[in-house]
């Protein structure tokens, strides 16, 4: 196992800087996922700590080791990719094998490697199958046994679960995170999935054009996000923003959105005629009771119903924005239908506009 640093790691292609000062500390024996939209960097980024992309500046730490100049073989990493990367013409057994032959290892040495990676990864049954005989997750589990195998210090996951369909990407996740429950070793994955970062991360790492936007557990990310893109980011549904000005009246604060009307602050959340962006997620959005006493903070009409089965998203529009309410009731309304929303001051998020910055 080993810890990774990361000190000012930036990439660049000629003239084009892709990855900006990288700052990062891995624990030994941590899962950590870097997650992020397509061309962020965070393949690259991962590409350069396996030894695969050139470091143009900065420096990688692995285990206590520069590792800037080590070719990918001596740095002690197994890394599992996207597509699969398995040899058609050989055996499962065989792909798993096919490191340590090609390091010259006795057999009698990997032997007992492979049987047991085969035994955790439920593999023993079609050691040998070739590769077309299997599934795309037992194809996967293939590629996984490969890394194992060779008792890296660090794995790397680069969106190995793209080529999945959903159901597997599921079962897949359980079986990455339990893999390294029992192995302990330490972890770095790369997807564009938020769900994937959410469920399997000790930290999350949120990448936006080269750069990192924040560093958390993952409920630290969802509850309170550093920034509108890491709002915006993370969460299924994505959190509901209505932008405006600040304004004091009677009633206290209020933000004063596009479409003219008023949803109400907090006591002190922003300062009169400041231009924030509010946020608040789907399922924190409470749907106000028919009683005609109960107040609410603002009213949506219904354009689009989604039932899900376990919960059901009401779509509509605040502040010329989309919204989503998402709730466990099952409403007798249509679209077309108003309803009155509550937004609790405690699952509020306002953000600068201009800057993006989290104000509160």
């Given at each position: ?260 009307r008023r949803i109400a602050l907090p006591s002190g959340a922003a300062a009169p005629g400041a231009r924030v962006t509010l946020g608040i997620r789907p399922e924190h959005i409470e749907l106000a009771s028919e009683d005609a006493s109960q107040a609410g903070d603002a009213s949506m009409e219904i354009e689009v119903i989604e039932p899900t089965g376990a919960e059901t998203h009401l779509y509509g529009k605040i502040g010329g924005s989309t919204w989503c309410v998402t709730t466990r009731q099952r409403p007798a309304i249509g679209p077309g239908a ?23």
């Amino acid at each position: 196992m080993a810890a990774v640093q990361l000190n000012g790691i930036y990439k660049r292609y000629g003239e084009t800087q892709v990855v900006h000062g990288i700052d990062l500390d891995i624990d030994d024996g941590e899962f950590v996922v870097l997650v992020g939209p397509s061309g962020c960097g965070k393949s690259t980024l991962m590409r350069m700590i396996a030894g695969l992309e050139e470091i143009t500046g900065g420096e990688l730490m692995i285990g206590g080791t520069r590792a800037n100049t080590l070719a990918p073989q001596q740095r002690n990493v197994s890394m599992v990719f996207q597509s699969y990367a398995l040899y058609p013409h050989l055996s499962v057994y065989d792909n798993i094998a096919f490191g340590p032959r090609i390091r010259k290892e006795p057999t009698e040495r990997f032997k007992p490697r492979i049987e047991a990676a085969a035994k955790m990864l439920n593999l023993s049954g079609y050691l040998d199958r070739l590769p077309r005989a299997l599934s795309g997750g037992q194809r996967q589990r293939v590629a996984m046994g490969r890394a194992v195998v060779r008792e890296p210090a660090l794995f790397l996951f680069d969106e190995p679960l793209s080529n999945l369909d959903a159901k597997l990407r599921v079962q897949m996740r359980t079986e990455i995170k339990a893999l390294h429950q029992r192995l302990k070793n330490t972890v770095i994955y790369v997807t564009h999935d938020q769900i994937e970062a959410m469920t399997m991360a000790d930290r999350i790492v949120v990448m936006n054009a080269g750069r990192i936007e924040q560093i958390g557990r993952p409920l630290e990310l969802y509850d309170r996000p550093a920034n509108l893109f890491v709002a915006s980011f993370l969460g299924s549904p994505a959190m509901n923003f209505a932008a405006g000005e600040v304004v004091a009246g009677d009633a206290g604060l209020a933000l004063l959105v596009e479409d003219g009307r008023r949803i109400a602050l907090p006591s002190g959340a922003a300062a009169p005629g400041a231009r924030v962006t509010l946020g608040i997620r789907p399922e924190h959005i409470e749907l106000a009771s028919e009683d005609a006493s109960q107040a609410g903070d603002a009213s949506m009409e219904i354009e689009v119903i989604e039932p899900t089965g376990a919960e059901t998203h009401l779509y509509g529009k605040i502040g010329g924005s989309t919204w989503c309410v998402t709730t466990r009731q099952r409403p007798a309304i249509g679209p077309g239908a108003r309803v009155t929303l509550k937004l609790p001051a405690a699952h509020l998020h306002l953000f600068d506009t201009q800057s993006g910055t989290r104000c509160t």
